[in-house]
Structures are given as C-alpha cells and as structure tokens.
C-alpha cells in the first residue's frame, strides 16, 4: 500500500461512514467499508515528565472505492469508458476536523 498524506472532502452516507471523497480532483464513491478502527496518539514517543497527549484520537476507514460509469459495477455504458477502483485509508482527526488520504492500493 503506498502512503500519503493528501487532504481531502469527504461526504458521509446515512451510518456516518465515509460515502464519496473527492482526491485530486477526481470524485470516488465508496462501495465498501472494508474496515474502521481508532488509532490514539503516539504515547510510546513521549519524553520522560512530559505530558502527551492520549486524547488525541483519529478514526480510520479502509474503504473500496470506484469511479466513472462504472463506480457501482455496472455495465460499462462505452467501449474504453473504463472503471477505476482501489482501496483507499481515510482518517479523520478529532483534534483539528480534518480528513487525510492516507493510503491506497490500486
């Protein structure tokens, strides 16, 4: 899985899990959750009497997700109008309300 850290808009669906994000410019609609999870800050990189922060929460989903006609498995409309699709991690942090691409296999 190649990692990044690009911002990104994401529009959450009816449970609250992520439903489409928009990546470079490109619109991608999720098909599957494939995971979600919470990861707490990095308690381990603490110094010895300094305070860290382990409310600092973010929330991540690993996501399927397509775009173009085909983003739901249809039927492909025209001949070379191909479907795009990958796994994408999302996170979402608490502490500043921001979403990050932070992974994709394609």
Excluded: I, N
Excluded at 43 to 64: M, N, P, S
């Amino acid at each position: 899985m190649r990692q990044y850290d690009d911002p990104v808009e994401v529009r959450r669906g009816e449970a609250e899990d992520p439903d489409q994000f928009l990546w470079r410019g490109r619109l991608w609609k999720v098909r599957a959750v494939v995971a979600h999870w919470v990861e707490t800050g990095p308690w381990w990189q603490g110094t010895h009497g300094a305070a860290t922060d382990l409310l600092a929460e973010r929330e991540l989903w690993r996501v399927e997700a397509g775009r173009g006609p085909g983003a739901r498995r249809a039927a492909r409309a025209v001949a070379g109008d191909e479907e795009t699709f990958g796994v994408f991690d999302l996170s979402f942090d608490w502490t500043d309300g921001r979403w990050q691409l932070v992974g994709c296999q394609d």
